[in-house]
């Protein structure tokens, strides 16, 4: 295609410039279908995306509109390799080079990932993943086996924390092919090697991160049957960390990153250095006070050893100490005794029954006086309160009133009548008095307040 001729001393408007220079692309290119990485994907209220498309050496800005988004079955996400199907276009507001959308789809995810999820799944029903399976990773690792790429970044930067942490850990770097036909082969030839040999704490197979193509070689059924095998612990440190792969479900562990499985499988070194020298403060701390314990149980040792004349002095003087003691208690023994048969005399004595008779017989005849003369005085107070309670009570009596000329009045059932508000006209009433009742009928109600 020939460029259109220009006159040399045209002024072009930037505008005008930016329009030709668009039409000038989408005619020469027209719809184009471009593979890269997404990355900087941005959803605008609008509902368009924008992000760019890179690979190793080169990015481009790219644009797709609401009208054709909506037909897409997934939304891109960061770093996802996609087949962009579009129009080579300017942006004149910018003057920036740009791609207009048509289509997206994920770059050889169709297959891929229904081959992922189908191994997943079996491998999944076989219990390969199950945790019940899965071997802690040793806290003090003493050499341990790296299998990887030797020129990959991922290997250098597990090395760079391990010597940071702990650089007397011991690594064995078997060297792999991290990614094409071979690659699974090769790993997994890697950990039986480990196995048989037998030297190694921990296995730590890694990679950096990549597309799905990049990493399958991690999804192979035998390096997945390989690493669940393994007698020996293995950590899986593939890809970035939102990247999965079968190699991270089957293993017993998992890390984002290298430097993370790294950070695993080492220890602090510093960290280690301060503790031991903590232990080391404990121990002579406790040889000290078992030192000085063993010189303070020699020192009373010591003390208790004497000479053999001295301790038959010390048991000659305690014979005699006892036979002192012995003869005094005799003594006061027999004392004790004559004290006893006197008091036993004493109480024989006072115990004569004729004594006792005459004592009890005295005590009755007092006991005797007694009661006839509270009886009496007793029986005259009851008697007075007697009367005193009769004259009240026949004061108080009902019959009494009665013979003053009253009378009481009761309704058939039995009520008391006190007021006129109690009865009605042509009521029966009971009324009662000294000698005997009467029924009687009302003939008028009258009340002392009308």
Known sequence: MQLPTTDDQRIWQVSELNHSART??????????????????TKARS???????????????????????????????????VHFKAKVSI????????????????AGSGNLQQAFLALKQKLLDEGLF??????????????IAVISSSDGAAIHDFLKVLQQRMPSLEVDLLPVAVQGHNAAEQSAKAIELCNIMGLHDVIVLTRGGGSIEDLWSYNDEHLARTIYSSRIPTVSAV????DFTIADFVADCR???????????????????????????????????HLQHQQLNISHLRALLRHPGQKLEDQSQRVDH???????????????KLTRVVEH??????CNPQLRITSLNNRLKIQEQRLTSASSSHLGSLTQKFSIAATKLNQLSPLQTLTRGYSISQSLDGELVTKVSQIKAKQALKVTLLDGHALVTVDTVVSNRT
């Open 322 to 336: 006892l036979q002192a003691r012995l003869e005094q208690a005799s003594l006061k023994q027999l004392r004790n």
């Open 255 to 289: 890390t984002p990153t290298p430097s993370a499985a790294a950070e695993l499988v080492s220890q602090d070194q510093s960290e280690l250095l301060h503790r031991l020298m903590q232990v080391k403060r404990q121990l002579i701390q406790q040889w000290q006070k």
């Open 24 to 41: 000038l692309l989408e005619t020469r290119f027209g719809m184009i279908t471009v593979c890269g990485e997404i990355s900087g994907f």
């Open 239 to 242: 890809g970035h960390e939102t």
């Open 130 to 143: 199950e945790d019940n399976n899965k071997r802690k990773i040793p806290i003090h690792c003493q050499r």
């Open 345 to 350: 005399s004493n109480n024989l004595e006072r």
């Open 91 to 106: 942006y004149p507001g910018r003057g920036e080079y740009q791609l207009i959308g048509e289509r997206i789809q994920k």
């Open 47 to 81: 509902g368009h995306w924008y992000f760019k498309l890179k690979d190793m050496d080169g990015q481009v800005g790219c644009a797709m509109f609401r009208n054709k988004n909506l037909y897409c079955d997934f939304e891109p996400k960061e770093g996802d390799l």
